[in-house]
């Protein structure tokens, strides 16, 4: 099969390149999914995961991307709940060759059954960026309706659906950005946007939805309410809300949580931000532009 492989972490986005690999094997409660789409996360090339397994091994030539929409090919030993033939979306583990090839083994747990009526592309930008907007606002955020919510990087990949989400339960919604992204925050459903660059963070909030660190997070600390939420995912927070709690997590994979996120998109309630759609040989270009198109780039494995 064809796949992207690196080899080399000091080459960085020169090191991806387009290889012919062996098919994958399929260990006990894994599926073999032929991808159809692929997503990828920016930074992921900088991941200890994308070069050693669990064990802290070289697992090199590694394919990376985590995020897949496909079809099952093969069961493998012990596997249930799946058909071979079933369309599925999910997140390749971590610590294993990723999506970024024409076959992929995923453990079945990590996949959700995807309905006919949802392109592979749509689905594929969903698993990341959806679970960790879900999990960050209401697994370790705690949001409920009436409350507010600070959402940084509202037009990206995770926080565009964020305001979603938040909108939907009947949260009172800021969002943060460039300037450029006003006009799709807020008609994404937010009620308030604050231009990072030029406007100042103020007032208070129940929750903070953080994706980009550094001295955004850092402000942002003051801003929530006593018993309130800093939900962070670049790095551990250095500040705590001065009667909250501040928490880092990593995106955990979640069949419900998957299912539900694809119902929304069938019932017209979601809407991923789908940028531009790439071939397979083109996936260092794609890395190399992600910050020049809106909306998550997604890499078309099978037509």
Known sequence: MQA?????????????????????????NDV?????????????????????????????????????????????YGTTG??????????????RDGSLAEYTAVEARNLAPLAADIDHTVAAALPISGLTAWQGLFVHGGLTTGQTVLIHGAAG?????????????????????RAADRDLVLGLGAQAFVDLDAEPLSGEVDVVLDVIGGSVLERSAALVR???TLVTIPAP????PKDGRAVFFVVEPDRAQLADLAQRVRDGRLKPLVGAVRPLAETA??????????????IQVTA
Do not use: C, M
């Open 4 to 28: 992207i492989t690196v080899t080399d972490q000091a080459a960085g986005i020169d090191g991806l390149t387009l290889t012919d690999r062996p098919y994958p094997h399929a260990a006990e």
């Open 32 to 76: 073999i999914v032929r991808v159809h789409a692929a997503g990828f996360t920016p930074g992921e090339l900088d991941w200890p995961t994308s070069w050693t397994d669990r064990a802290g091994r070289d697992r090199t030539p590694s394919i990376p991307g985590h995020e897949l929409s496909g079809v099952v090919a093969e069961l493998g």
């Open 237 to 240: 927070p250095t500040v705590q």
């Open 82 to 95: 799946l058909t071979v033939g079933q369309r599925v979306f999910g997140l390749a583990d971590w610590a």
């Open 285 to 298: 270009d794609a890395f190399a532009r992600r910050n020049r198109t809106a909306g998550k780039t997604i």
């Open 157 to 177: 990949g995770v926080g565009s659906i964020a305001v979603q989400l938040a909108r939907e339960v009947g949260a009172r919604v800021i969002g943060t950005g």
């Open 226 to 228: 006593p018993g309130g």
